[in-house]
């Protein structure tokens, strides 16, 4: 399912649990979040930035898609239920911290966040990454994964940005983690809507293309 | 017997008798562990797992071990050994209790080498907590048995009821359960594994009629756990059952229990 604008299909159609993307042109990159329904309720859950993560109604502009592997037949669709749920017990705590390093499992299943040591932390794509992993839902191969060289310039400019918000011990720790692979929105989004998981580097850089092509976005930041 | 003597040299090369099997006869017991939490002051905690050839190997001890000496009584709810500034026993739930070891001031320990410390840890668990748990289900008069934690030996019934919230799954039958069932039962489980009560859980897991349940709970019965399977004795099975159970509805259970293994 390709991702569509929600001003042309309507997060409403939502089946379970998808993904929305948008250009964020205030902080100069795209943004990813967890779109989820219980009942009529569809909610989208998000890591802004530190120790923000938010979950409420997803706002205008996102380009979205259902997730496949919890869209379809019961078997699917069941599992995008409880998943759901479970999602929506993880946003309780909001307090997760931003970084470039994270413990693929650093979700308990039942939701609950579990520490990482100080410095590491979740970007909001990396937190889409944990959320699933951590709940049984791998869904990339995080081993195939490569350092490109812009993506320290980003790490340095997030760097920049989390001085703002963040103590300076967890700064000066995630500045460690500078030159740590980054898992790009884009990357994720494709990956994460497609079926059968668990998808590479290079197949998820592939669909990356496609997705920036339907946004619009030129790159990621 | 002589507890003592077989374990002085590692167990693990002597292939003596472990914990488990020492006392697996009269008890089921889980994987046993122990771990040190540091506690303020000089006061150290030991939760106290059993199997030897794991605790060899673990290295948990920065000092040496002062030997256990007298025991006092003890009930249901407490136990002290006296000396070592040991242990109580703990109620956790009215047909549960734990055991945890908290050792005293660490500079007036004896020092003791490892083998010393090793055989000493074998007399403190076997003739100890073994004969204290064996007297607290004597006194407890019902069929008990261990249920070891990550971080501490649980007593528990050995033919236990059922929980209240797995017959209300039951309950419910094969009919998709509302996003607020799922919610409560999310909830019950997350309850459990924080207060760390795998028990409840196995003997859930042990006990459900499967058939009876609907395929969003049995997803989330084993979604929810999965972070704790190494915990749950009957974790694995209970998946295979589930697989079975699938399987046997004509649905496709490798989708179903993507990425649980």
Same mark, same amino acid.
């Given at each position: 399912m390709p991702f569509q604008s929600s001003s042309t299909?309507?997060?409403? !159609?939502? !089946?379970?649990v998808g993904i929305a993307i948008r250009w964020d042109p205030s902080h100069d990159q795209l943004h990813i979040g967890v779109l989820h329904r219980l009942d009529d309720d569809v909610q989208l859950c998000h890591l802004k930035f530190h120790h923000l993560l938010r979950r409420g109604p997803p706002d205008d502009g996102y380009f979205w898609a259902d997730c496949a592997m919890f869209s379809g037949g019961i078997e699917r669709s069941s599992n995008g239920r409880v998943f759901a749920v479970l999602i929506s017990e993880t946003a309780r705590n909001p307090n997760i911290p931003y970084g470039f390093a994270f413990d693929e &499992?650093?979700?308990? &299943? !039942?939701g609950t966040y579990r520490p990482m040591e100080i410095g590491k932390g979740l970007t909001c794509a990396s937190f889409v990454i944990a959320l699933f992993h951590s709940h049984g839902y791998p869904f990339l191969k995080l081993e195939s994964w490569r350092l490109r060289p812009e993506d320290i310039a980003w790490q340095n400019k997030i760097l920049d940005l989390l001085r703002r918000y963040a103590t300076a011990e967890h700064v000066n720790a995630a500045a460690a983690y500078v030159g740590q692979f980054r898992y790009r929105p884009e990357e994720v989004a494709g990956a994460a809507v497609r079926a059968p998981p668990p998808l590479d580097f290079d197949e998820s850089v592939n669909l990356a293309t496609d997705i920036l092509a339907t946004i619009g976005a030129t790159g990621t930041a | 017997m002589n507890f003592i003597q077989p374990l002085v040299q590692n167990p693990r090369e002597m292939g003596s008798p472990t914990l488990r099997e020492e006392i697996g006869a009269l008890y089921t017991v889980g994987y046993l562990r122990t771990q040190a939490v540091a506690r303020a002051g000089s006061i150290r905690q030991y939760w106290f797992g059993g199997d030897l050839s794991d605790l060899w190997a673990?290295?948990?001890?920065?000092f040496a071990w002062k030997p256990a000496f007298g025991v006092t009584d003890f009930t249901q709810n407490e136990l002290d050994i006296s000396e070592i500034d040991l242990t109580r026993f703990e109620a956790f739930a009215a047909n549960t209790v734990g055991a945890y070891i908290v050792a005293g001031d660490p500079d007036s320990y004896l020092a003791y080498g490892a083998a010393d410390l090793e055989a000493e840890m074998a007399k403190f668990v076997r003739d100890i907590i073994k004969a204290k748990i064996e007297n607290i289900v004597g006194l407890l008069g019902r069929d008990y048995s261990y249920h070891v934690l990550d971080d501490a030996i649980r007593i528990v019934e050995r033919n236990p009821t059922k929980p209240e919230w797995a017959l209300e799954l039951e309950k419910h039958g094969q009919r998709r359960p509302t996003t607020q069932e799922l919610a409560g039962l999310i909830r019950s489980l997350k309850s459990l594994l924080s207060a760390g009560d795998f028990w409840e859980i196995d003997t859930a897991f042990s006990t459900?009629?499967?058939?009876?349940?609907s395929v969003e709970g049995l997803i989330a019965l084993l979604r929810t756990t999965y972070y704790r399977r190494s915990s749950l004795e009957t974790w694995t099975a209970f998946l295979e059952s589930v697989r079975g159970e699938l399987n046997k509805r004509g649905l496709n259970a490798q989708e179903v229990l993507f990425g649980l293994s």
């Open positions: 299909r309507p997060y409403s !159609d939502l !089946d379970t &499992n650093c979700f308990a &299943n !039942d | 673990t290295n948990l001890w920065p459900l009629n499967i058939s009876n349940i």
